[in-house]
């Protein structure tokens, strides 16, 4: 039998006993090696992590840089630099500040959730889908928000953000807010004039260099308009104060130099502040100077006297019966507060007689009062610099009815401005000067100016001004020292296609010093209710006075010195 393998005996095997129990025990770590492996694990975990960041770092250094064209291109499409504006003072009425605008790369954004996020942190309004989606895109610019604040810039910065930048865009101010808005106008969101004057300057020559590649330049001129910011803030403020005390639904008001057209004042209310111009989408605030029509009620009756006296047709001491209402057409036409006897001309015109007027402008005839009122420029659109011009709605088919209710201001609208420019030629000495809202010298406005009347014709029309104001219904725009003349005027409103009894568009069209004119002022007032009952809300009550507190208010300003002396006197004893 094969020699076999030898088994241990009884004796051997408890030998070996022992050594496996010894073996067994070492078997189960010990406490150096729980340490041990949790020391390892630690460091596997700091080295995965920071593992992690070197690769995304290297990441970012790979990835492909904002592209310097589309950066360029947004930001010299938002940083257009503007001219500021300033008045004839050098007063600034519009200059450019800077602001920032956040954007956003998409291509470079690591995790678009997470940027969304926090993102909303900051702006609520961009923690939505939408901005994610643009994250998510594969675009190289868009936009997330324009013009935002120093503290929102600081926020999102600390956010530390990849593909999330700012750039540095120019935001358009206006320190004097909502008294220029209408004449200085705004621009939108990207810098460009879209209104007033600000579209104006681009419309001539600032888009054009815009789009050349000049939109950074930094030391543009300033334009300077024919504003007077003192003369303009008395006119704000004295139409607003007439709003509330007469509980008018608007009012309007223009002040300009007879003698070169140039606009030194213009307001509208209600009004709006340029530095948030979405408040001019609404529709009650609408420039009521230049870029609304009305019809101007019984102001016109300067046009109509003036055109019967420079027709040759009329004099100045001729009369007319007004002893009984004039029927023509099949309609009678009355006198609000009627003497009911035989007026002269001036007494027609102090004592604002549709009747003698109407005769007046019948004397001239349909063919002589169009070709007058067209002469004049009340049938044409203002020609000035400002966009918000409105046209004259004028009478589809002209007739003798036509001829005497357009005399006292009824059945044709214009606007304010129009009003102020045609009224203007009348006291000047009969010379049309197209309105300007840019300086002008009174040499460049003769070249310019068109002859429309007579010396004689002004003459005489400011002669009636004059005593209009001492002893007709403009004697509350009477102020001592300062010789204004002016002229009212009340139209009843169209309600529903007929005339309101209770509904006015009131006016008072004033100059001064009226011996020799320099400036107009013009102050409508729309839907004005008696101050206190009792008492009438005719113009003489409200835009009389109204005009007069403006000009005692704004001739020291203008340099017009008051003068205290007899020059009255003829006027005063002459009727």
């Known amino acids: 039998m094969p020699n076999a ?33 949790r020391l390892i694990l630690a460091m596997g975990a700091f080295v995965l992590v920071y593992g992690t960041i070197g690769a995304r770092l290297v990441q970012f250094g790979l990835a492909e840089p904002a592209d310097p064209a589309v950066l360029g291109n947004a930001q010299a499409a938002i940083a257009a630099a503007r001219p500021d504006i300033v008045d004839r003072n050098g007063e600034i009425l519009a200059t450019d500040i800077k602001t920032a605008s956040l954007y956003a790369e998409p291509r470079r954004i690591v995790d678009p959730d997470e940027a969304t ?39 999102v910065h600390k956010l530390g953000l990849p593909g999330i930048g700012f750039l540095s865009e120019s935001k358009r101010f206006y320190p004097s807010g909502r008294s220029v808005g209408y004449v200085v106008g705004h621009v939108n969101i990207d810098n460009q004039g879209i209104a007033g004057i600000e579209k104006y300057i681009d419309d001539q020559w600032l888009g054009d260099l815009h789009k050349l590649g000049f939109a950074m330049t930094p030391n543009l001129e ?16 004295e139409l607003s104060s ?59 009756k300067l046009f109509a006297t003036a055109m019967a006296l420079d027709s ?62 067209r002469r004049i420029g009340l049938m044409d659109k203002v020609p000035t610099e400002l966009p918000e011009i409105a046209r004259p709605i004028l009478p589809k088919r002209w007739s003798d009815l036509v001829t005497v209710t357009v005399s006292f201001g009824h059945g044709i609208s214009v606007s304010p401005l129009a009003t102020a420019m045609s009224a203007s030629a009348v006291m000047n000495g009969g010379l049309l000067i197209p309105p300007t809202f840019f300086p002008r010298s009174e040499e460049k406005a003769r070249l310019m100016a068109t002859r429309v009347l007579k010396q004689q014709t002004s ?30 005027g009340t139209a009843e409103k169209v309600v529903n296609g007929r005339y309101s009894a209770n509904k006015r568009f009131n006016a008072f069209l004033a100059s001064f010093p009226i011996d020799d004119p320099q400036y107009l002022v013009l102050v409508v007032l729309d839907e004005p209710n008696p101050e206190k009952p009792g008492v009438g ?39």
Do not use: C
């Open 242 to 300: 007439a709003m509330e005390r007469y509980t008018a639904i608007g009012a309007a008001g223009v002040v300009m130099n007879v003698k070169t057209g140039e606009v030194v004042a213009m307001a509208s209310m209600p009004d709006y502040d340029p530095n948030n111009p979405v408040e001019a989408l609404d529709p009650n605030k609408m420039n009521r100077a230049s870029a609304a029509v009305f019809e101007m009620g019984s102001t016109f």
């Open 5 to 37: 393998p030898s088994l241990p005996t009884a004796s051997k095997l408890r030998a070996l006993l022992p050594w496996r129990r010894r073996a067994v025990r070492r078997e189960k770590p010990s406490p150096g090696d729980t340490t041990r492996s």
């Open 537 to 575: 809300a005719t113009a003489g009550l409200n835009a009389a006075p109204t005009a007069s507190n403006v000009i005692s208010r704004i001739a020291p300003m203008l340099g017009v010195m008051p003068r205290f002396d007899d020059a009255d006197r003829p006027l005063m004893v002459s009727f």
């Open 312 to 373: 040759g047709k009329v004099r100045l001491t001729d009369s007319f019966d007004a002893s009984a209402p004039l029927r023509i057409g099949g309609f009678t036409i009355h006198d609000f507060h009627g003497k009911h006897r035989v007026l002269t001309v001036p007494e027609v015109f102090i004592y604002s007689s549709n009747v003698g007027t109407g005769k007046e402008a019948l004397r001239v005839g349909q063919a002589g009062q169009q070709e007058f009122l």
């Open 117 to 155: 996020e926090l993102l909303g942190t900051v702006f609520p309004e961009l923690g939505t889908d939408a901005t994610r989606q643009k994250l998510a895109s594969r675009q190289g610019f868009v936009w997330l928000k324009r013009e935002i604040t120093p503290q929102q810039q600081e926020a």
């Open 459 to 488: 003459d005489e029309m400011r002669y009636l001004m004059r005593l209009n104001v001492l002893k007709g219904s403009g004697t509350r725009a009477n102020i001592p020292g300062y010789r204004v003349g002016g002229k009212t």
């Open 222 to 237: 300033p334009i300077k308009l024919t504003l007077d910011l003192r003369v303009q803030h008395v006119l704000h403020d």
